[in-house]
């Protein structure tokens, strides 16, 4: 056996295990109905507390980078339009409040532009002046889209609101948006409907254990 045929053989098994290491670290999560984008998450460098964090990104099938950008959790949910025209992404679970970001995809498949971000303090804000009151006030919001439907994106806001004068109490509110999104416009908040669901109930704040 020639001398460096063992320094050969640990330098292919080298690069196999990081040729590993990078396939496993890199997911497709979805690919749009045309098959011009792709929607891909990879691990990121960790935040300055030390948490994981991913980075998404919005390619061509060729593995051209459109956009990207750093997500705690990476996407949750890509609803893309029919037409393959627009995407919208839930980057996060949970009640953390405004995680809804919307691209517009050029037809040619060569561009994406950002139409929306997430912004919880301005969801709240806007919850705040659609149903707000003197009496009341928005504890929290979310948003996260649920589905396109006749060309408009279907979104659900959940959340409560406390009684100003009894603030440890929570009523929660639900309500369906539909936006309607025209090219590389602004989405313009279209239609509202607030829904009810029986089987919830005001909640108190726990007293606190002395």
């Known amino acids: ?36 984008f792709l929607l891909r998450r990879e ?14 990104s919005i390619c061509s099938p060729g593995g051209k980078v459109l956009y990207e950008w750093i997500s705690p959790l990476g996407a949750t949910t890509a609803l893309w339009s029919g037409d ?27 561009s994406v532009t950002p139409l ?9 804000a806007e919850v705040e002046r659609r149903h707000g009151s003197f009496l009341s006030r928005v504890d929290k919001a979310a ?4 589905e396109w439907k006749d060309g408009r994106l279907w979104c659900a806001v959940t959340g409560t609101f406390s ?29 509202e409907w607030t829904l009810t669901d029986p089987k919830e109930r005001s909640y108190r704040d726990s007293s606190p254990t002395p």
């Open 1 to 36: 056996m020639p001398k460096d045929q063992p320094l050969m053989i640990l330098t292919i098994l080298t690069l196999v295990t990081l040729c590993t290491m990078q396939a496993q670290e890199t997911t497709l999560l979805s690919r749009s109905p045309d098959g011009k």
């Open 43 to 56: 691990r990121a460098e960790s935040g300055e507390r030390g948490e994981a964090r991913k980075t998404l």
């Open 84 to 110: 393959s025209r627009f995407l919208a992404l839930n980057d996060m679970p949970g009640d953390a409040g405004d995680q809804l970001r919307v691209f517009h995809l050029d037809p040619s498949g060569r």
């Open 116 to 124: 929306r971000d997430p912004d919880g303090a301005k969801l709240r």
């Open 143 to 146: 948003l996260r889209a649920s």
């Open 163 to 191: 009684p100003k004068r009894q603030p440890t109490v929570h009523v929660p509110f639900h309500h369906l948006w539909v936006y309607r999104i025209d090219g590389t416009n602004t989405p313009v908040l279209e239609q």
